[in-house]
């Protein structure tokens, strides 16, 4: 293990993955930005180099490395407001921590407002040269990493101006494979393209770093072998398609067994009511899977998601993550969050929209907040204390992929099943509550604040969230309360609302 120093300059560019040309933020250039890949029990030491000065887009920031529990370091988390003040242009923050032996597929992405729908998003990998499940597969390179975006004609800002004043939540003009697609109407874009060699088992890490839509992923003429949720190894499972969700990862191997050519990788965008923008044609969003010796040509297969679709139901963690680990007993204390909206297109949980507090959740507990009701605004924060079982519920009632912060969780009951799973639960970050109610458990065993909330990005800016605020005593104490850095105090007063 290492401490890895990575600079990332955040500054505007103008990009056109989709063939409409705009103005976007980025890390290190390109949409999505600079990937980072280190190795299993690495630290970072990443340098944020705030270089924006666009005004149609925001200009301060704030960035989370989601899927990383932050041990002791919830002040490396991101979320502004939750964790940190925004990172004010022309500033430098260091997010300093310690990847503490996760391994598999991340990502990051600015955790202000709806920044990250401006192209302020890029993989995070951490690669594990002893990988319990390397038998599974032969390749695993950065050549083997496939993104999947919605893309905006409109700068987010904008956007959500539309959403608020007309309810609809915005509907991309394009999704991306890999930072290409193609709208209707639009130039012939080449599609992101994916080599295989015959013979070979390739480790297929799909990353969503989406704003809104989920993309049901296949491969035409080819099945897969899914092998991890979330940075979480789970046993193999064999599907033809697989829903990946706003935030979620899934790796999946895949044996090129099939005829030297071309085949169409599809991951069409679905949720909400997809009318409404002409520009916009699930079926554009697709790359090209080429096996050596196969003419640069674009595919002519058929085909699409048949076949089994995977389930996280059916998903089990291998023995080294320990499934199951949180038993069966009576959690300490159960959550049940209802989803309600009184006042559209705002979202309430129990009766209350999240909004932003004047004073970041983590420096307000920093400086003594100990009860639900010494926090500003005080019933968003939830408060939970070291060592409990923790039990969250959610109905459902639309189709919202939540994520916790700090923590990944068992999910042991899904959305569409009314059986509960205590033995082997699919463990991940990010789940979807659609149609039943769908409860995780987790254990309260990182002190911080963490962010729960719907990853729809543009649903998180009308409320749809809650703060857990973990063991505060715990916080203001040991390691964690010496490293809180004065620098990161100091950004607070340098914030500008109308950045
Ligand atoms: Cu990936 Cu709070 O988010």
């Known amino acids: 293990s290492a401490l890895v120093e990575i600079d990332l300059p955040v500054f505007n560019t103008r990009v056109s993955p989709d063939g409409f040309e705009r103005d976007a933020i980025t890390a290190g250039g390109g949409v999505p930005g600079q990937a980072i890949i280190v190795n299993k029990g690495d630290s970072v030491d990443i340098a944020l180099h705030n270089q924006l000065d666009d005004p149609s887009m925001r200009r301060s920031t704030a960035i989370h490395w989601h899927g990383f529990f932050q041990a002791r370091t919830s002040y490396a988390d991101g979320p502004a407001f939750v964790n940190q003040c925004p ?4 500033d430098t923050f260091h997010y300093v921590f310690d990847t503490a032996g996760q391994t598999g597929s991340y990502w990051y992405h600015s955790h202000l407002s709806t920044q990250y729908c401006d192209g302020l998003r890029g993989v995070f990998i951490v690669y594990d040269p002893d990988d319990p499940q390397k038998d599974l597969y032969d390749v695993d390179d950065e050549s083997t990493i496939i993104t999947l975006a919605d893309w905006y004609h409109d700068v987010a800002p904008d956007a959500q101006d ?13 999704g991306l494979i890999n930072g290409r697609g193609r709208f209707v109407g639009g130039p012939l874009v080449p599609y992101a393209v994916v080599n295989v060699e015959k013979g070979k088992r390739y480790r297929l890490r799909l990353v969503s770093i989406a704003c809104r839509p989920f993309f049901t992923f296949s491969i035409d003429n080819h099945e897969f072998t899914a092998i991890e949720l979330d940075g979480v190894g789970h046993d193999p499972v064999v599907a033809q398609n697989v829903d990946v969700y706003a935030a979620q990862r899934v790796s999946v191997v895949l044996n090129a067994n099939q005829p030297v050519g071309n085949y169409w990788i599809r991951a069409p965008p679905t949720g909400g009511n997809p009318n409404g923008n002409p520009n916009f044609d699930p079926q554009l969003t697709k790359a090209i899977l080429r096996y050596a010796g196969a003419p640069e040509v674009e595919p002519t297969t058929t085909g699409g998601p048949t076949g089994h679709k995977l389930t996280d139901a059916e998903m089990h963690p291998i023995a080294q993550e320990g499934p199951g680990k949180l038993g069966d007993g009576p959690p300490d204390i159960a959550f049940n969050l209802q989803i309600t909206q009184p006042n559209p297109p705002f979202f309430d949980i129990n009766g209350i929209s ?103 990005d543009w649903h998180l800016e009308v409320g749809l969230a809650v703060v857990f605020a973990e063991a505060p005593a715990a916080n203001r104490a040991g390691p964690h309360a010496q490293i809180t850095p004065d620098d990161w105090l100091a950004l607070c007063p340098k914030y500008d609302d109308l950045d």
């Open 87 to 90: 990172i004010a242009p022309g």
């Open 162 to 174: 539309d959403f608020l004043k007309s309810g609809t939540v915005p509907i991309p003009d394009s």
């Open 354 to 456: 999240y909004i932003s507090p004047p004073v970041p959740v983590l420096l307000q507990i920093m400086s003594g907040a100990a009860h639900p009701m010494d926090f500003l605004p005080s019933s968003q924060v939830l408060l939970i204390e070291a060592n409990q079982t923790i039990e969250v519920s959610i109905p459902g009632g639309g189709a919202h992929p939540f994520h916790l912060h700090g923590h990944n969780f068992d999910i042991v009951r899904t959305s569409n099943s009314d059986v509960t799973n205590y033995v082997n639960p699919a463990r991940r970050d990010v789940v979807p509550v659609l149609g039943g109610n769908m409860t995780f458990r987790f254990k309260a065993d990182n002190p911080g604040a963490w962010f729960l909330h719907c990853h729809i």
